[in-house]
């Protein structure tokens, strides 16, 4: 599934190819994805400017003077730059065509979507999708207080809690296993329990990690061109993250997996506490 750092290093991707770009083209495969398209896009964006291509969480939003566009890339779902001529295969839903380039949608789980925002709604942030999305983790705004102050009343497991999206987005679950073993953090301890000291470590992990992977995304910019372009999704070395029944990087003890809310966690048991 792709994880913050993958939408980050797709945006970087694809902004140069479409800010201040027209479009000149809008084509729908299909009625929709995980929720219907919104079936006059085509009207609504011919010959309009892309303004900027900006990231809240996982959505990619190109902004026009009279709306946002949002796109999730759901479960599988990616996007490229590809010559607009390029024939579509079977998974390709939707292509945004300014001139000779176009981008496109693939998406073959179609948990994926594309919606509009217009502006006489307001601001794109108040969207039904993005109101209650926790702060960005690469923000000022996250931090080690905002975490201690959030969680004091959460007893949940500081795994789910990072899961849940509310205080800080993007921390998805490779994420939130390689934080908190980086902070050294036992994913099934009660977020309410772990002290100021502590959550400062796990914020500054998180931070680490999350841009760790966005500059490594960005090595493979260039898949994101070409017809034949892969995903994009880079393969990463983890600590912990898919590695039961490996040995610990740092201690050699043996990597635990666990379901925590039907989702795997990988940790080891000597290293976290
Ligand atoms: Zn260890």
């Given at each position: ?37 919104p ?6 964006l ?23 566009v ?15 001529t ?25 948990f994926?979507?594309v ?34 102050k959030?969680t ?78 892969q ?14 029944g ?28």
């Amino acid at each position: 599934m792709p994880e913050l750092p993958e939408v980050e290093v797709t945006r970087r991707g694809v902004a140069p190819h479409l800010i201040g770009q027209q479009v000149t083209q809008v084509v729908l495969r299909r009625a929709g994805l995980r929720w219907p398209f919104p079936a006059n896009l085509p009207e609504l964006l011919l010959g309009q400017t892309v303004l900027a291509a900006s990231r809240r969480g996982k959505y990619l939003l190109l902004e026009f003077h009279h709306g946002t566009v949002l796109i999730h890339l759901g479960m599988s779902g990616h996007l490229r730059i590809i010559p607009a001529t390029t024939p579509a295969q079977k998974h390709d839903h939707i292509d945004i065509v300014v001139g000779k380039q176009a981008l496109r949608m693939t998406d073959p789980r179609r948990f994926g979507a594309v919606l509009w925002h217009d502006a006489e709604d307001g601001d794109v942030n108040q969207h039904l999708l993005l109101r209650a999305l926790g702060v960005e983790p690469l923000e000022d705004v996250f931090n080690a207080e905002l975490l201690y102050k959030q969680t004091r009343q959460r007893k949940a497991a500081i795994k789910q809690v990072l899961l849940a999206g509310d205080i800080v987005v993007g921390v998805g679950n490779i994420y939130a296993s390689e934080s908190l073993f980086r902070a050294k953090i036992n994913p099934k301890i009660s977020a309410h329990r772990i002290s100021l000291a502590r959550y400062r470590l796990l914020a500054e992990e998180i931070r680490l990690t999350l841009r760790a992977a966005i500059e490594k995304g960005g090595s493979t910019l260039r898949d994101f061109i070409g017809v034949d372009g892969q995903t994009g999704y880079f393969q990463q070395s983890y600590f912990v993250y898919d590695r039961a029944g490996e040995q610990c990087r740092l201690c050699g003890t043996t990597i635990r997996q666990i379901k925590q809310g039907r989702r795997s966690t990988f940790y080891c048991i000597n290293c976290q506490k």
